[in-house]
Nanobody, 120 residues
Framework: QVQLVESGGGLVQPGGSLRLSCAAS????????MGWYRQAPGEQRELVAI???????NYADSVKGRFTISRDAAKNTVYLQMNSLKPEDTAVYYC??????????????WGQGTQVTVSS
């Protein structure tokens, strides 16, 4: 089984920064992609950023220039550096990973979610 454990959420003032971490553990042969989604109250879950095993990256238009996704492949960990935070960034942030547990077995996993609140 694979587990994704998130950390780094919290309360921050507008213009501030937070760094989210997500570590995958368990039976992992390789990771195809890891990314971050978020869901604000009354809204659907949306992709924030994703990074593939080939280091291809894409961001939601709303966070381009402010957020940076990165990875530490040796630690099976993905990070989301969030700068210049705005109140509209307030949401529960979920880590997601597309993982090969072995050759021929690929599955998607979700983290537990971490609350990010941007407010003065």
């Amino acid at each position: 089984q694979v587990q994704l454990v998130e950390s780094g959420g919290g309360l921050v003032q507008p213009g501030g920064s937070l760094r989210l971490s997500c570590a995958a553990s368990g039976t992992i042969f390789s990771i195809n992609a890891m990314g971050w989604y978020r869901q604000a109250p009354g809204e659907q879950r949306e992709l924030v950023a994703i990074i593939t095993s080939g280091a291809n990256i894409n961001y939601a238009d709303s966070v381009k220039g402010r957020f940076t996704i990165s990875r530490d492949a040796a630690k099976n960990t993905v990070y989301l550096q969030m700068n210049s935070l705005k109140p509209e960034d307030t949401a529960v942030y979920y880590c997601n990973a597309n993982i090969n547990q072995r050759i021929g077995l690929r599955s998607r996993y979700w983290g537990q979610g971490t609350q990010v609140t941007v407010s003065s």
